[in-house]
């Protein structure tokens, strides 16, 4: 897929949202002008608070442009600066299978109360009639944020829930709303691998005798990945095992007797991909390889908006989750 180009933009400082709309649709009369293709399969919303989190929803959403064709919003929240509107407008050209597809980002900077009423604000930028994708980037929101009205589903990581409160308060979220995990996303080669191992017909009734299992990584991802084990091996939770670690890796315990068994997903440290495999008492099995993408940002993103619809086996998993320690 090709970057998309900028064709045109506007900006202005202390603006009205009146003068963003009409600049807005002076763009739209361009794009009509050089008779490319303007179309939009939803509304996309990036809540990002500083400029590294604006910088990667940007270079992520725009390189979406012609998979996901969608108007960009990109909101900049100050709740304790002095009121202000700063905005900007961007029309954007990408080739979509051999021909121009344009589509627009608006990039509002939201100084003083407004920021804490962002829903009153978005509702002259979101296109009638179609889904709207609402991501917090680097951020789990409140369950009483008024911006979660509006969206039609909602785009979290919950690598940023760095505690229990805050899973608790993703789950709350996932209540109300259909919620797309990009680390659940991206945790699901180790949830493959785990059960393609077990799937062999030497391994499979070790099922029955799981002792323990011990899962590292960061406090998102080895949380969720722990509470997935919890429900699906039907574990009691003083079973699972939580140690930090840069990467996230799976060992599972099975003792029958005198013999024990061991199943795990590692880090292959040479190249970007994970391994799996089984120990059993006869000696360890073949291993299996999966490898991992560079760009995992962009990759999970692309398929949650693939996707907005509810996933049991999350939820099941995030509820889990949250009786686990470590």
Not at 186 to 205: I, T
Not at 232 to 250: K, S
């Amino acid at each position: 897929m090709a970057d998309a180009v900028a064709l045109d933009t506007w900006h202005g400082q202390g603006v009205a949202l009146s003068d963003v709309t009409k600049a807005l649709g002076d763009l739209r009369h361009q794009a009509q002008e050089e008779r490319s293709a303007r179309t939009a399969v939803m509304t996309l919303i990036a809540v990002a608070p500083d400029d590294d989190r604006e910088h990667a929803a940007t270079r992520a959403l725009r390189s979406l442009g012609g998979r996901h064709p969608a108007r960009i919003l990109i909101l900049r929240p100050d709740p304790d600066s002095v009121a202000s509107l700063d905005a900007r407008a961007t029309l954007y050209a990408v080739d979509a299978g051999g021909h121009q597809m344009n589509f627009e980002e608006i990039t509002l900077s939201v100084s003083g109360q407004a920021a804490l009423h962002l829903d009153s604000i978005v509702e002259a930028f979101t296109v009638s009639d179609l889904p709207v994708a609402l991501w917090y980037v680097g951020s789990v929101p409140d369950p009483t944020d008024p911006l979660l009205s509006v969206a039609t589903a909602l785009l979290v990581d919950s690598r940023d829930a760095a505690d229990t409160g805050r899973l608790r308060q993703l789950l709350e979220v996932a209540r109300r709303r259909t919620v797309s995990d990009l680390s659940w996303i991206r945790l699901r080669p180790w949830r493959l691998l785990l059960a393609g191992v077990f799937d062999h017909p030497d391994c499979r009734r070790w099922l029955d005798h799981v002792d323990s299992v011990k899962v590292t990584g960061k406090v998102g991802p080895r949380k969720l990945l722990g509470g997935w084990l919890v429900t699906q091996l039907g574990l009691n939770p003083r079973q699972v095992t939580l140690e930090d670690a840069r990467h996230v890796e799976i060992e599972v315990t099975c003792r029958d007797g005198s013999d024990t068994a061991t199943f795990e997903v590692t880090r292959t440290n040479s190249v970007k991909a994970i391994s799996g495999r089984a120990v059993l008492p006869d000696g360890p099995r073949q291993p299996s390889v999966y490898p991992l993408s560079d760009d995992p940002l962009t990759v999970s993103l692309s398929e949650a908006l693939t996707n907005l619809a509810p996933d049991v086996v999350w939820e099941r998993a995030l509820s889990s989750a949250t009786l686990l320690s470590g």
